[in-house]
């Protein structure tokens, strides 16, 4: 607004003085606006109908066609919940997860960073949860989200999903790789989740990116590893072995935001990628609500920050994990959950080609 001259009190009057909430004259808040406002001015109650992920439109035939191994139409994004948490080596919980985020209101429509309202430029839904055999069974599980991603992957539909522990990542990965072969990823974490087989199980959130290395689904030269702290580091080293790039938590603050961006930029490249994002990356004091708090992390703006320095990647799929509601008193952890699902969906958005 440098050198503008402001409008006079009389000029304010015309354009505003007998609007009813619908006035705008900048054509990028009035494209935003005509996509939220109904007749009279009037907006959707945040507080009423049914809790959906980023109180996206619900699609529930969506996922029982899946189930049965059918394809589905008419979707950019589908918006996923994961409730499993069977893979948790500390405070469990996160199998509520995705109905603690869904119960958040008022994420969105705009991201001004970004300049973009994904709803009105992508076809989105919540598809509900992935349907599993057995609350008992871990290996059922993961067998199941395999499954039901590999459908959604097959409809040439990008997952975004909310769970759940982290080793549903694994399944999730192996799903996108048979589509889009191996993926880069950028990895939002206190933990590199890089271990191996712990009291004889290598399925546990502890490990999911050494399996999918192994598996041939996870590029390790084409991921980033960011936020990385606490007294398991000695147990991450499969991360440096197979060629991964570590950046702990306090290197965020010593190289600054756009150093880190511009390494993740350079590590993940043009090709295929996946995020990841655990929010016990975020200091507990930001997010209590999770099973393995880690103090001295990073900050809700740090991220958001990061991931939007993401944009223009090839973005394949997304998932947000670790929400325990249980020990989430204020709601915080799950409302910077929401967020960072919002971030992730505007970046879909400007993926190369689309």
Known sequence: MAGKTPPTLEELRKLYGNDNGTAF????????????????????????????????PYRAEAAQALAEGGRIQGLDVALVGVPMDLGVTNR???????????????????????DVAPMQVLKVADIGDVPMRSRYDLTSCHED??????????????????????????????????????????????????????????FHHG???????LEGSLD????????????????????????????????VAERGLPAVIATALEVVRAGPTYLSFDVDSLDPAFAP???????GGLTPREVLALIRGLKGIDLKGADVV???????????????AAQVLFEALCLIAFVPGR
């Open 92 to 114: 469990a919980g996160a199998r509520r997860g995705p109905k603690a985020v869904r119960e958040i209101e008022r994420i969105g429509p705009w991201n001004r960073v970004m």
């Open 207 to 213: 490990g999911p990116f050494r399996q999918a290395v």
């Open 322 to 336: 670790e929400v325990a509601p249980s020990f989430d008193p204020t709601s915080n952890t799950a409302q910077a």
């Open 145 to 202: 989200i395999e499954a039901f991603f590999s459908a959604l992957c097959a409809s040439g539909v990008a997952p975004l999903a909310v769970g759940g522990d982290h080793s549903v990542s694994r399944p999730i990965l192996k799903a996108l790789a048979a589509v889009h072969g191996p993926l880069g990823m950028v990895h939002i974490d206190a933990h590199a989740d890089t271990s191996g087989v712990y009291e004889g199980a290598k």
């Open 220 to 251: 390790p030269v084409r991921t980033v590893q960011i936020g990385i702290r606490g007294g398991g580091d000695y147990l991450w080293e499969f991360s440096y072995a197979s060629g991964m790039t570590v950046i702990h938590a306090e290197e």
């Open 25 to 56: 004259h900048d054509p990028r808040l009035k494209a935003v606006a005509d996509g939220q406002f109904g007749a009279g001015g009037r907006r959707a109650w945040p507080f009423a109908g049914v809790s959906t992920l980023l109180d996206a």
């Open 289 to 295: 609500g999770t099973g393995t708090p880690e103090v």
